[in-house]
């Protein structure tokens, strides 16, 4: 069990610009969920995925946002047309479904829109 | 919105139990109470979490209230590594996704 790695650690962009963070999930883990944290908040949901499915949206993920998961492996989040406002710490999590279900968290990606 | 309330702050001395009270009073029948910590600069770790009964593992013991509005969280002893924001969450029993509801946590400060 080598954990959920995330990559990069930080990203650092101009306003405009595209940026896209991925995530590697424990093996074995059926889903896959993304967060954001801003600062002095708790994480918030954006969305998450069983297998390759996207199953659940928050109204948080806007239309510049879209997230994949191809063949129910790792995962990307993209961000189009960064805004200063998306910056925040984007953290992926992972998890065996079933009841109790237990959320393994990465360490986050960091990012800072300039 | 979260569903649970929790102090802002709270210390405690180094060697001496942690006890992290939550208040869940409209939990339902069929949430989990949960509790992750998150240490400055990483993910949320996972604790511990119980429906009913009290739960005890390596790292800490839950109990939960008989009515089931109101939890405790104890780490038996407390060590400067174990500071961090602590997160009470109740999340539904279904096989439909686990989007737990973060609320502000309590920050637990351990001092020497």
């Known amino acids: 069990d080598t954990g959920v790695s995330q990559d990069p650690r930080h990203k650092i962009t101009k306003r405009g610009q595209n940026v896209t963070f991925r995530c590697d999930p424990i093996?074995?883990?059926?889903?896959l969920y993304w967060y954001r944290q801003t600062l002095g908040q708790g994480p918030e949901f954006l969305t998450y995925f069983q297998n390759e499915a996207q199953l659940e949206k928050s109204r948080l993920l806007s239309d510049r946002f879209s997230a994949e998961r191809p063949k129910g492996s790792f995962s990307t989040l993209e961000i189009q047309r960064t805004e200063q406002g998306d910056s925040a710490m984007y953290l992926c999590?992972?998890?065996?479904?079933?009841?109790?279900?237990?959320?393994?968290f990465g360490s986050g990606t960091q990012l800072s829109v300039l | 919105d979260a569903k649970t309330t929790q102090p802002t702050s709270m210390d405690c001395a180094e060697g001496r139990a942690a006890n992290l009270p939550c208040n869940h009073s409209?939990?339902?029948?069929?949430?989990?109470v949960y509790w992750y910590r998150q240490i400055h600069s990483q993910g949320p770790q996972y604790i511990i979490h119980g429906l009913k009964n009290n739960e005890t593992n390596e790292m800490a013991s839950l109990i939960i209230t008989e009515d089931r509005k109101s939890s405790t969280l104890i780490l038996p002893h407390a060590t400067l590594r174990d500071t961090a924001v602590y997160y009470c969450?109740?999340?539904?029993?279904?096989?439909?996704?686990?989007?737990?509801?973060f609320g502000g946590g309590t920050r637990l400060m351990v001092k020497p």
């Open positions: 999590a992972s998890s065996v479904s079933g009841w109790g279900e237990k959320l393994f």
């Open positions: 969450i109740v999340s539904g029993l279904n096989n439909a996704g686990n989007m737990l509801t």
């Open positions: 409209t939990i339902s029948g069929n949430e989990y």
């Open positions: 093996s074995e883990h059926n889903r």
